[in-house]
């Protein structure tokens, strides 16, 4: 079984603070994400990376940024926290180059941000 | 882009009733469709998935879905409901014209269930 890992399950942060979230994916797929959860929203993209070091914004990618120097962790850095970015976030990974490979999801991370 | 819209945000039935959730999709090709779960304080996992073999897909938990290509639809539906399938439920679709393989969500449909 794939096994997406999110380091930390609930995580509070001042605004201002620089805030770093972890995942890391046992199943050597190349395709990783950050998804970001809101009530009535969905899920919305910020990030995605096909490769190591390579990197493309999602469609909410302000404030936010990524690293990934290894395959298996791909992280998300929030430069300057704000009370805006409090919100579930989520990553996952699939399989490059097939598109009807699922998505494997963490158990998420819920950041507030006072 | 394309988009998905899933028609209410919030589901009640009986336990043993009929589920309904509904899922509408805006795409210039054929997409692959997804349905995900997620229950309290857990990520997202695969119900099911339309590839294009056959239109009506069966997925875990006895859940399926019909993609309806004229009514750009692919709603869920399960014949019996049960308590334990109250959890938030969500549509996305990936669209291999847009050359990312990366999902789009809808907004979720949490569904609960009355004794």
């Known amino acids: 079984d794939v096994k997406v890992t999110q380091s930390s399950r609930y995580l509070v942060k001042r605004t201002g603070e620089k805030v770093f979230l972890e995942c890391v994916q046992d199943?050597?797929?190349?395709?990783m994400f950050w998804y970001r959860q809101d009530p009535g929203l969905g899920l919305r993209l910020i990030y995605f990376?096909?490769?190591?070091?390579?990197?493309e914004k999602g469609d909410i990618p302000e404030g936010y940024s990524v690293s990934r120097e290894k395959k298996e962790r791909f992280s998300l850095i929030l430069e300057s926290a704000s009370t805006n970015q409090t919100s579930m976030y989520l990553c996952?990974?699939?399989?490059?180059?097939?598109?009807?490979?699922?998505?494997?999801f963490g158990n998420g991370t819920r950041l507030t941000v006072t | 882009a394309q988009s998905v819209t899933q028609l209410g945000s919030h589901v009640s039935v009986s336990e043993g009733a009929l589920v309904l959730l509904r899922c509408n999709y805006s795409?210039?090709?054929?997409?692959?469709l997804f349905w995900y779960v997620q229950y309290p304080n857990q990520g997202l996992q695969l119900l099911l998935k339309?590839?294009?073999?056959?239109?009506l897909v069966k997925g875990i938990n006895g859940f399926e879905a019909e993609f309806k290509k004229s009514e750009t639809s692919f709603h869920l539906t399960k014949p019996s409901a049960h308590m334990s399938d109250a959890a938030e439920y969500f549509c996305?679709?990936?669209?291999?014209?847009?050359?990312?393989?990366?999902?789009?969500f809808g907004q979720g449909t949490r569904l609960t269930i009355n004794p």
């Open positions: 996952a990974s699939t399989p490059f180059g097939s598109y009807n490979s699922p998505l494997h």
């Open positions: 199943m050597d797929h190349e395709n």
């Open positions: 990376s096909y490769d190591v070091k390579m990197k």
């Open positions: 795409s210039s090709v054929p997409p692959y």
């Open positions: 339309y590839t294009s073999a056959a239109t």
């Open positions: 996305a679709v990936s669209d291999p014209s847009q050359g990312a393989q990366k999902l789009v």
